[in-house]
């Protein structure tokens, strides 16, 4: 039983480049989330998906856009990337149901120059 | 919007002590509020959690309480250990249309010296 699992771990890109952030989980959770975490600012919500189908934005979505491939797929995707981006991503998971425990992935460390 | 405060952003305390981490939320319908370690380098992990019809929780060492009509909810870590040393973050909750949306404090860096 991996968890959530997200792909990659880190990653460099260049200003203007774009790449896509993946992350599956194998809980059978009905909600899905990506947070970025910067030193001081805590865990800030980008966009969740409350079920597959559905995506809403959080408190931080400007530059990025997500795709909730089916139950257990979430991808974030930067279209121009910005040395603004720079963090760590996490990907989460929880039942949904109700408030309810959320399962972090291992996070992406992504740094753009 | 949700909006969660924590303070402090760090705390130094002696091995053995006790350590308090308190966070207030804006939105009066959250009703779940989970507290996460995050060790360095890892990712968060749950440690304890309340909800809204709980007024206070245990865990061994660990204790959370919750004060809905201030909005404010606090972790109590004592006896301290080395290992007790991380990043912790509050949440707040609030079920809307279903779903549960998780709203993070800023965290504070405990360091627990020996």
């Known amino acids: 039983n991996a968890g959530v699992t997200q792909t990659p771990k880190f990653q460099v890109l260049k200003t203007g480049q774009s790449m896509t952030l993946q992350c599956a989980q194998d809980?059978?959770?009905?909600?899905m989330y990506w947070y970025r975490q910067d030193p001081g600012m805590g865990l800030r919500l980008i966009y969740y998906?409350?079920?597959?189908?559905?995506?809403d934005k959080g408190e931080v979505p400007n530059g990025y856009n997500v795709s909730r491939l089916n139950k257990r797929e979430f991808s974030l995707r930067l279209e121009s990337a910005a040395p603004s981006q720079t963090s760590v991503y996490f990907c989460?998971?929880?039942?949904?149901?109700?408030?309810?425990?959320?399962?972090f992935g291992q996070g992406t460390r992504l740094t753009v120059v | 919007g949700e909006n969660v405060e924590q303070h402090p952003s760090t705390l130094s305390v002696q091995e053995g002590d006790s350590a308090v981490i308190k966070c207030t939320y804006s939105?009066?319908?959250?009703?779940?509020f989970p507290w996460y370690k995050q060790e360095l380098g890892k990712r968060p992990q749950l440690i304890i959690d309340?909800?809204?019809?709980?007024g206070e929780k245990k865990d061994q060492r660990i204790a959370v309480t919750l004060n809905k009509t201030a909005k404010h909810f606090s972790l109590h870590i004592t006896e301290t250990q080395p290992e007790d040393s991380a990043v912790y973050f509050c949440?707040?909750?609030?079920?809307?249309?279903?779903?549960?949306?998780?709203?993070f404090g800023a965290g504070t860096r405990l360091a627990v010296h020996p």
């Open positions: 989460a998971s929880s039942r949904g149901r109700g408030v309810e425990e959320a399962f």
């Open positions: 809980m059978n959770h009905n909600s």
């Open positions: 998906s409350a079920s597959e189908g559905t995506t």
């Open positions: 939105d009066s319908a959250s009703n779940y």
């Open positions: 309340i909800r809204s019809n709980v």
């Open positions: 949440a707040a909750s609030t079920l809307s249309g279903g779903y549960n949306k998780l709203i």
